[in-house]
Nanobody, 115 residues
């Protein structure tokens, strides 16, 4: 069974860079595309970044372009989200998701950006 565990969140000041991670077990990580979603307080969960199995194709929600970078390390079964110049509106719980089983979610990692 696929399991996802996000980590690396916390409280940061606006403009302070942060990298969050998601480690996947239970399937062959390198076969599947991965995505990051986020859910701000009181709002729905939305897709913000996607990366293909090899890491050669990345896509972002318009508001994330130029600030966030998704990457992956297939040897470590881990996907990352580098958050540069975060803003208070980026405060949310961040989740990863695998195309290998899109019904499975991890606990998420809370990112809080203070102004």
């Amino acid at each position: 069974q696929v399991q996802l565990v996000e980590s690396g969140g916390g409280l940061v000041q606006a403009g302070e860079s942060l990298r969050i991670s998601c480690t996947v077990t239970g399937h062959t990580f390198s076969r599947y595309s991965m995505a990051w979603f986020r859910q701000p307080p009181g709002r729905q969960r939305l897709l913000i970044a996607h990366i293909n199995w090899s890491g050669t194709d990345t896509r972002y929600a318009d508001s994330m372009k130029c600030r966030f970078t998704i990457s992956r390390d297939n040897a470590r079964n881990t996907v990352y989200l580098q958050m540069n110049d975060p803003k208070p509106e980026d405060t949310a719980v961040y989740y990863c998701n695998s195309d290998g089983d899109t019904d499975v979610w991890g606990p998420g990692t809370q990112v809080t950006v203070s102004s």
